[in-house]
């Protein structure tokens, strides 16, 4: 039995429930609301951030990145050809290249803003009766940044079928992961994109991506199109 503790909007939290729905693994969910810094959280991961995953009565393991050795290790094996980190030296150099793009750059660049100024804020004003005002300023930036990512993209996909070669990988959950939580808060700018949209639906409707599509945060919907597997 895997469990996973996660937050919905957590990029790593998404990249790894992802990678659980390719090795064709349910886990059970406990969300954590990572912001809090709970004591017993703290306990678990001294350092405060998501996912976190046990297995049947094994130690925690945390981290997107450990995590994701982890799974590979324990369950890549069985995937044979669908295998997400394959055996090749090179092609996993660029898979965590890639993977890391999405998880660190992308996060920071574009994510950490967003889910920060229109979901973290929220929620602390509902405990502490605070401010939830968004910094308009670094929306903008946030919004700036993730054209550049999409053209990124857009430039990856004109050589290959995938993020890093001929087949899916990681570096596709990770860049899947990042965008579906901005396109939950309907921050992206999808008219802008040409392969990054072609490609972001065809990751979209695999089976694996149905429970991140399901997700509802209490009080903000997703837009329209964001279950919708033809935009």
Not at 96 to 108: D, H, M, P, Q
Not at 154 to 166: F, K, M, S, T, Y
Request: net charge negative; aromatic share 10%; with cysteine.
């Amino acid at each position: 039995m895997i469990t996973l503790v996660h937050y919905p909007l957590s990029v790593a939290s998404r990249f790894t429930r992802l990678i659980l729905g390719e090795c064709e693994i349910v886990p059970e969910l406990v969300e954590e609301k990572f912001w809090e810094r709970r004591e017993e959280f703290l306990m678990l991961n001294p350092a405060g951030t998501l996912p976190v995953l046990f297995e049947n009565e094994g130690a925690p393991i945390c981290g997107a990145w450990a995590v994701s050795e982890y799974l590979d290790e324990t369950h890549g094996f069985a995937l044979a050809e669908r295998r997400l980190l394959p055996p090749n030296a090179e092609q996993r150099g660029e898979i965590r290249r890639l993977t890391e793009w999405f998880l660190v750059k992308f996060e920071e660049d574009v994510t950490g803003y967003i889910v920060e100024e229109k979901v973290v804020k929220r929620q602390r004003a509902r405990s502490n009766n605070g401010s939830s005002a968004p910094d308009s300023r670094l929306l903008r930036a946030a919004r700036l940044n993730i054209r550049t990512h999409l053209a990124y993209i857009d430039h990856i996909l004109e050589q290959r079928n995938w993020l890093a070669g001929d087949r899916i990988s990681y570096a596709d959950l990770a860049a899947a992961a990042a965008l579906s939580v901005a396109d939950y808060l309907n921050e992206v700018p999808w008219e802008e994109a040409g392969e990054a949209k072609v490609w972001y639906m065809r990751l979209k409707s695999r089976p694996t991506f149905r429970p991140l599509l399901a997700d509802q945060l209490f009080g903000m919907r997703p837009p329209e199109h964001y279950a919708d597997l033809d935009f």
